[in-house]
């Protein structure tokens, strides 16, 4: 069975550091590209960041740009989101996602996949 | 990075059609057949409906259909049924220093 776990979420203090997790199984996760998409409560969904199959393309929503960064670790099948200087704005379920395609070199945003999510709550 | 422009709400009685808009721009949807579209249930993880604009990922009903004109991208949903009352997000891939942008969302209301 293909499936997504995060973890690491929990209550933070603003400007402090949290680092998300999102465990693979059921499918070559090194073939795909992996996604963080996060919803705040009551809000819509908002892409933050991705990584291709092959590391090539990384990219990070404007929101948290400078503070998060994404990366992959192939041999553990994991995919990681290290969120620095958090504010409260990123308050939100933060889920992790598999891309559609097959080996793309661009982050195509088809995401057939979706774990769970994990919830990041930023308060002092 | 703006969001893509979804009404905030349709809906529909059991057995019509609905259509959502999605609006972005030449800079994404008008540029690339990458658009795609999700379901979302309450408390729920988001669904793929479509992708490539028009395909149907496997196990996903015909009466789901996309379609783009311009800068703009639709779902179509023929023979709604109760189930469908849901939230409905389009997608697009939007350049290499962009990425990926979604729009607002929209809430289907099956009357």
């Known amino acids: 069975e293909v499936q997504l776990v995060e973890s690491g979420g929990g209550l933070v203090q603003p400007g402090r550091s949290l680092r998300l997790s999102c465990a693979a199984s059921?499918?070559?996760?090194?073939?795909?590209?992996m996604y963080w998409v996060r919803q705040a409560p009551g809000k819509g969904l908002e892409w933050v960041s991705g990584?291709?199959?092959?590391?090539?393309?990384?990219g990070y929503a404007d929101s948290v740009k400078g503070r998060f960064t994404i990366s992959r670790d192939n041999a553990k099948n994991s995919l990681y989101l290290q969120m620095n200087s958090l504010r409260a704005e990123d308050t939100a379920l933060y889920y992790c996602?598999?891309?559609?395609?097959?080996?793309?070199?661009?982050?195509?945003?088809?995401?057939?996949?979706w774990g769970k999510g994990t919830t990041v709550t930023v308060s002092s | 990075q703006s969001a893509l422009t979804q009404p905030a709400s349709v809906s529909g009685s059991p057995g019509q059609s609905i259509t959502i808009s999605c609006t972005g721009t030449?800079?994404?949807?008008?540029?690339?057949?990458?658009v795609s579209w999700y379901q979302q249930h309450p408390g729920k993880a988001p669904k793929l409906m479509i992708y490539?604009?028009?395909k149907r990922p496997s196990g996903v009903s015909n009466r789901f259909s996309g379609s783009k004109s311009g800068n703009t991208a639709s779902l179509t949903i023929s023979g709604l049924q109760a189930e469908d009352e849901a939230d409905y997000y389009c997608?697009?891939?939007?350049?290499?220093?962009?990425?990926?942008?979604f729009g607002g969302g929209t809430k289907l209301t099956v009357l």
């Open positions: 996602a598999k891309d559609l395609l097959y080996h793309y070199d661009i982050l195509t945003g088809h995401m057939d996949v």
């Open positions: 059921g499918f070559t996760f090194d073939d795909y590209a």
């Open positions: 990584i291709s199959w092959n590391s090539g393309a990384i």
């Open positions: 030449s800079s994404d949807v008008g540029s690339y057949n990458l």
């Open positions: 490539e604009g028009s």
């Open positions: 997608c697009s891939y939007a350049g290499s220093n962009t990425h990926v942008v």
